[in-house]
């Protein structure tokens, strides 16, 4: 569940025997199972019926959709159910706002989250889903802050930085009059909460690849730092996959500098076919115009 990627405690102040809490736990626990246990079974539909889609003999796409909903609205009565006797139980209210958010009922989830933050003014997990929402919903400053506020309450999760900067790379424009900057120095933060987040979780792939990209947004490019940003992510990549997707990147930086050789050099390690399309036309761009006629 994405709501508990830090698994918190019971809400401040709710006072209860050991016992009971364990008792109260255990629902939890089976309530998160018979969350996933929905979520895998769609997950499946879903596969399935694009296998068939692909031989004409799918289901009806509003059909799966009415199925889907269905089958998850179950899991919306059992996280009522539990939240009717145990209003106060924070990772619930988290847990059940994801839910929401998986269905893309972006208020309702958010109607969650709120409660939970209610509950745990200094909960983390609770104000960096709030800031996904509000992004989401286009709040750029309202984003900003519940990043930040979630940054300062867990200083070594990398998740949050990593989505703060994210966000401030993404709207620049915007978060340079959030800060009262300018864009540069706005890039300029972000590629600095990106090398944070790389600090703390220097394996992540993912991470290296959007601090990487990042980096792409310095104007005039930083090509030394770009390379080194790109080749940072090449030396973690888990598969052919995702190194062939980084060569591409750094043929496009090698292309852009005139560097025709050392683009051709990095395509040519380029073999899976999802980057048939990008490499030929990375080659393409390469080539020297056709000489006019006299």
């Known amino acids: ?57 799918g ?16 899991v919306g009565v059992a996280y009522e159910a539990f939240l009717n006797r145990h209003s106060g139980h924070v990772r619930a209210r988290l847990a059940y706002g994801s839910f929401f958010s998986d269905l893309n009922e972006i208020n309702k989830a958010m109607a969650q989250w709120n409660k939970a933050l209610e509950l745990a003014p200094k909960n983390p997990v609770a104000w960096n889903n709030l800031g996904k929402a ?27 930085l990593r989505n703060l900067a994210t966000l401030i790379f993404s709207h620049s424009d915007k978060a340079a009059r959030y800060y009262l900057i300018d864009r540069a120095r706005a890039v300029a933060k972000s590629l600095a909460l990106f090398k944070k987040a790389r600090a703390l979780d220097p394996k992540n792939f993912a991470l290296a690849a959007d601090a990487a ?47 025709a050789d050392a683009a051709r ?18 080659l393409k761009s390469l080539d020297p115009p056709p000489t006019a006629k006299p």
């Open 134 to 160: 509000h992004g989401r919903q286009g709040n750029i400053s309202e984003a900003l802050r519940h990043f930040e506020k979630a940054g300062e309450l867990a200083p070594r999760e990398p998740l949050y």
């Open 59 to 74: 289901t009806d796409p509003a059909s799966l959709s009415l199925q889907v909903r269905q089958r998850l609205g179950k």
């Open 1 to 57: 569940m994405a709501a508990l990627l830090l698994p918190l405690g019971q809400a401040a102040g709710q006072e209860a025997k050991p016992a009971a809490e364990s008792a109260v736990e255990r629902e939890f626990r089976e309530l998160l199972e018979l969350d996933d246990k929905a979520h895998n079974e769609v997950d499946e539909w879903i596969r399935a019926n694009a296998k068939l889609a692909e031989k004409q003999a």
């Open 265 to 282: 050099a990095q395509l040519a390690k380029v073999h899976e076919t999802q980057y048939t399309e990008l490499k030929a036309d990375i």
């Open 213 to 259: 990209m990042a980096q792409l947004g310095t104007q005039p490019l930083d090509a030394k730092a770009a390379f080194a940003a790109w080749n940072a992510a090449l030396a973690i990549a888990p598969s052919s996959v995702e190194a062939e997707g980084v060569r591409i990147h750094l043929a496009r930086i090698h292309a852009h500098l005139g560097q």
